[in-house]
């Protein structure tokens, strides 16, 4: 009975961590930005310069879905971690362990689905204008008269 919650206990210390610290990267790197941002337009001439390429819809787009592939990578990360837990903890039981190496398997290759997706995400978003913050200029009208 100990056992139990000692486990659900690890597991929920685990994933507490793990979110905490993956909520304190986005709060620093979004300060970040927006110092960034702030130094950027006091420095343009007039009312400000030029959207960054985090204020465009790509550029918005692609931070949601890079922080989304990011929480559920830690998620799978955690898996692979309770894998681990329970099948150093199965103390020679088959069942318990088949159980843990199920899980770990699943959770390896969720965790290079979500790999994948994040590269192409980012292949996609950095290829469209806007994406990567280097948007096309207008050419240039020639007056010919």
Do not use: H
């Not at 909520?23 to 110092?35: F, G, H, P, R």
């Amino acid at each position: 009975m100990f056992k139990k919650y000692l486990k659900n206990l690890v597991f929920v210390l685990i994933a507490v961590i793990s979110l905490n610290y993956y909520v304190l990267a986005c709060e620093a790197a979004s300060t970040k930005q927006d110092l960034k941002d702030q130094l950027n337009n006091a420095a343009a001439p007039g009312w400000g310069g030029e959207p960054s390429a985090g204020n465009s819809l790509p550029g918005i787009i692609q931070t949601a879905i890079s922080a989304f592939l990011g929480l559920l990578g830690i998620i799978f990360l955690v898996l692979i971690i309770y894998a681990g837990f329970e099948w150093m903890t199965a103390q020679g039981d088959e069942e318990k362990v088949t159980k843990a190496k199920d899980t770990l398997t699943r959770a390896v290759i969720g965790l290079i689905i979500i790999i994948a997706a994040y590269s192409i995400t980012y292949f996609v978003f950095s290829s469209l204008p806007g994406g990567d913050g280097s948007t096309p200029s207008p050419s240039p009208v020639v007056n010919t008269t």
